[in-house]
């Protein structure tokens, strides 16, 4: 059987992706291989399909114990005998297992690398009984500590080489820099290794960020858009995950949290829920998600910063693995990166931290780009893209500038002034005329402090990182970075040089081209099929099909099993298996219709044309706002929509924010003041730290509504 036909008959595709024939081809000539390819790119079949044509074991070093029961679950439904060996088998399990590789009757064992080289475990030496024809690493970069999730007991791995030398090994990953894939290559000891580096490019997915204000009602906001949609949101913190998805439950989402703190059942359980899409929503830390195969992932959101552009793109690459449109929101606020500073600092190893802070900075420059964040992510990764995508927020935004040259020398004289010593939060406060004990009484006698009183702090922070950006300010790296001039500054300081400043910005409301003149009903009802089929055989609803085959079934409407092989994803085996009950409903709904088959009509390939969806206020905003027109309380409001009271004022501090109500209405004028010179002491990143300082007098609502009241950019507050 040759490469191709393996593939049609057990994969059910015609075609190879990215350079998954040229990786197939040195494995089977027992070659060592790297291959980096995107999330959803097929590398699971570069060793998977070498698995079927080699006459022999392929072991698979996988890191998680979900991953290992996803792919065996995936394989065995192709036909392909497959099984993992691991801490939640029974010792009879086992020993069944192990019969059967006697027998040689199994393709692929998957094995976490502990369990490979445990010191008490006689399991190596049992494989070297059995005709091992090829090792798979899976998730390659958990060897490296420059990695974005370096992982010790990887390093174990080094020794591979040492135990099968004529066994070809195929190391994999999706997301490494020049300097992890180094390190990949040393410490596996690949023998004259063939390198793969794939495009990194994801083009069904929109990348978003958005300003972390009211992030909870712009995630409402986003998910009324999504509701039959499955999603992960990732946090930061184990407890705001939990916090979270109760929050989201609570306004009727079916959500449940997952992180590394949850007992094995719970976690066990909320991940079997969401694979078999009886949860939509999964809210986690990043202990979730790596090797997850589920195809259908409508979107990804990231509530907080993440730690490096590895990281990012990973995640978000857990969304469209099917290749349907997708999304990536990320909720961007500066506060994020002086807290996950902290992480980054690694104890008695300043080489590391350096580049671990590096990465950081990378991850912030992404969220603060005024150009196209596709091109940055893949100029990342060392890949050319053009200098608009169509299909990022920044592509689909119009930006309105003006002349901001006046603003932009009292920023810069301010630096000049402070002797460019001094970090961004400093020559705000400064700019600002603060009167925090954190000003030095020396520069409260200088003439520009205090010169940028009549401008609000947000929009200074939007002013300062637009002059970065434009490369009129730089900040010096390390662990506390300070603003300074550059080449460009002395122009504009004497007034050579104008300077153009984001006013604001509007999202382009082009319509999105339907990508597919899909058929509904049709798609509905094989949906249910594939649910039923699912539970008879105990196995996630997207291992038996994903989402796009079912959307290309319901596109194209085919009408015999000859046609139904045509579509992506049906192998002889699944044809086999499942083709008769998946062509039942297609037919039936046709002859009610009068449809006929459009299958001459198919292409090999489609693709979605950039668009952009329009925003629209939040409705559960709205119905909060417009019960306290009525006359309501905020108490009664709440009572009323089963919501807490905290709630209700985050509700109506979004309207305080868009001008659309006084902030005198929720907040005593004696407090504002109070409330507005703690907030430009300490920040407005944390809630718990200004009612510390504040005391009991003060509610988190309050302070949550000046928050918003001084976002707003309204003017000093006179009492």
Request: charge should be neutral; include cysteine; hydrophobic fraction near 40%.
């Amino acid at each position: 059987m040759t490469p191709n036909q393996a593939l049609q008959q057990y994969f059910g595709y015609s075609n190879f992706r990215h350079n998954q024939e040229q990786i197939i081809k040195h494995v089977l000539n027992c070659e060592d291989v790297l291959a980096l390819m995107p999330t959803g790119g097929g590398k699971s079949l570069c060793y998977q399909l070498p698995a079927i044509l080699l006459n022999g074991l392929t072991i698979v070093i996988s890191p998680l114990i979900a991953l290992m029961k996803d792919q065996v679950d995936s394989l065995n439904v192709n036909g392909i005998p497959a099984a993992f060996l691991n801490s939640s088998q029974s010792n009879d399990e086992q020993q069944q297992l192990i019969q059967r590789l006697r027998n040689n009757e199994i393709r692929l064992l998957y094995l976490a690398p502990e369990r490979l080289f445990s010191a008490e475990s006689r399991l190596l030496d049992f494989l070297k009984t059995l005709k091992v024809v090829q090792i798979a690493i899976d998730e390659a970069h958990c060897i490296s500590q420059w990695g974005h999730d370096f992982r010790p007991e990887y390093l174990m791995l080094a020794g591979l080489k040492q135990h099968f030398p004529a066994v070809p090994v195929i190391a994999l990953t999706a997301t490494a820099d020049k300097l992890t894939q180094k390190d990949i290559l040393e410490k596996l000891a690949l023998k004259e290794p063939h390198v793969f580096v794939s495009s990194f490019n994801r083009e069904n997915i929109t990348y978003t960020v958005k300003p972390k204000r009211n992030s909870f009602d712009q995630l409402l906001a986003f998910l009324d858009k999504h509701k039959n949609d499955s999603g992960i949101i990732y946090c930061l913190s184990r407890k705001s995950t939990e916090r979270l998805a109760e929050d989201l439950k609570a306004e009727g989402f079916l959500a449940e949290a997952y992180h590394a703190g949850l007992d094995h059942a719970t976690k066990a359980r909320n991940q079997e829920a969401f694979l078999r899409d009886d949860v939509k929503i999964i809210v986690a830390t990043i202990a979730f998600g790596m090797g997850i195969n589920k195809s259908n992932v409508r979107y990804v959101v990231h509530m907080d910063l993440p730690k490096n552009i590895e990281g990012y793109y990973q995640e978000t690459g857990r969304a469209g693995r099917d290749g349907l449109p997708s999304d990536a929101v990320l909720y961007y606020s500066p506060g994020d990166a002086k807290k996950l500073k902290d992480f980054a600092r690694i104890e008695d190893n300043p080489e590391q931290t350096k580049i671990l802070l590096k990465k950081l900075d990378d991850m912030v420059h992404f969220c603060e780009l005024q150009t196209c964040r596709r091109q940055y992510l893949l100029k990342y990764f060392d890949e050319n893209a053009p200098a608009n995508c169509g299909s990022c927020d920044v592509c689909l935004t119009e930006v309105e500038r003006f002349d901001g040259t006046l603003i932009a020398q009292k920023a810069l004289s301010a630096v000049a002034r402070l002797k460019e010593s001094f970090g961004a939060g400093y020559v705000l406060q400064f700019l600002r005329g603060s009167k925090s004990e954190k000003i030095r009484e020396e520069h409260k006698q200088l003439k520009t402090y205090g010169i940028g009183a009549d401008i609000a702090m947000a929009d200074w922070q939007r002013y300062l990182r637009d002059l970065v950006i434009q490369g009129y300010l730089q900040t010096s790296g390390g662990e506390y970075p300070v603003l300074k001039l550059t080449e460009k500054s002395d122009a504009v300081l004497k007034g050579l040089e104008k300077v153009q400043l984001i006013a604001s910005q509007f999202m382009d409301e082009r319509e999105e081209e339907v990508a597919l003149p899909i058929e509904p009903e049709v798609f509905d009802l094989l949906k249910e099929v594939r649910r039923d089929i699912a539970l008879s055989q105990n196995v996630p609803p997207y291992v038996i099909l994903g989402d796009n085959t079912l959307v290309e079934i319901a596109t194209y409407l085919p009408q015999s099993l000859d046609e139904l092989r045509l579509i992506s994803g049906f192998g002889d085996i699944k044809l086999a298996r499942y083709g008769r009950e998946f062509l039942a409903p297609v037919k039936s709904h046709c002859a009610a219709k009068g449809l006929s088959t459009k299958m001459a009509l198919r292409k090999p390939k489609r693709e979605r044309k950039a668009g952009s969806v329009a925003t629209k206020k939040n409705g559960t905003q709205n119905e909060s706002f417009e019960l306290y027109k009525a006359g309501k309380t905020i108490a009664e409001i709440a009572a009323e929509r089963g919501l807490s009271t905290t709630t209700i004022e985050g509700h109506l501090a979004y309207f305080i924010e868009q001008g659309e109500m006084e902030i005198t209405a929720l907040v005593s004028p004696q407090k504002i003041p109070f409330i507005q010179d703690a907030v430009e002491k300490y920040g407005d990143d944390r809630l718990a730290p200004l009612k510390e300082i504040l005391g009991d007098n003060y509610s988190y609502g309050e302070i949550k509504c000046v928050i918003s009241w001084i976002k707003s950019g309204k003017p000093d507050f006179v009492s």
